[in-house]
């Protein structure tokens, strides 16, 4: 007989709660509040779903979620140019980090923390859109001039919302880790 320590129905519910707010996540990017934009910047809801869930998994996985959620959001801002900056490069960098930051303790698993590490992240996720921009050939002033308003906006944004997205997932999958034990 095979031992479980989760049963199988709460791993379901399990999985669907976790896509179920990454679903949520994806449909928030085109949801636009009265109070919930900045300079017209809204915040990163892919970015704030990923530190969250990167927080307590391996830098490989974190990697390789960024990278996913990174091409699920291209497909859905596909502009119709032939070439165009990715946000796989900048969302794999910030889940590598994040999980590697909570490896080495630097930070703590509370709301400050995570919104600072949700802060640092957006500025980092922006600026590697813009580096691509400008490898691609866009003119560096109007680029790096637009880089510094998103990336601040985003990133404050980003980080006041993050809150809304890491409480209740980290309970649940808190509550999930207690079971187990």
């Not at 649940?172 to 187990?180: G, N, V």
Request: charged content about 10%; hydrophobic content about 55%; glycine content about 6%.
């Amino acid at each position: 007989m095979i031992d479980r320590k989760v049963p199988l129905s709460k791993k379901f519910l399990n999985w669907a709660v976790t896509i179920g707010s990454l679903m949520m996540c994806i449909l928030a990017m085109y949801t636009r509040f009265s109070g919930m934009t900045l300079m017209g910047i809204a915040p990163n809801w892919l970015l704030i779903w990923l530190v969250a869930w990167s927080v307590n998994r391996p830098v490989f996985l974190s990697v390789m979620v960024g990278i996913a959620l990174g091409f699920i959001q291209d497909s859905m801002t596909f502009s119709g140019m032939s070439i165009a900056p990715t946000h796989a490069l900048g969302l794999a960098i910030a889940g590598g980090l994040t999980s590697l930051l909570q490896k080495q303790r630097y930070v703590q698993e509370d709301f400050i923390s995570i919104a600072l590490i949700v802060f640092g992240m957006a500025v980092i996720v922006e600026t590697m859109h813009a580096v691509q921009l400008t490898m691609m050939g866009a003119a560096m002033d109007n680029v790096w001039a637009l880089q510094q308003r998103i990336a601040l906006s985003s990133a404050i944004l980003s980080s006041l919302w993050s809150p809304v997205i890491y409480f209740p997932l980290s309970r649940w999958w808190r509550s999930l880790e207690q079971q187990e034990d």
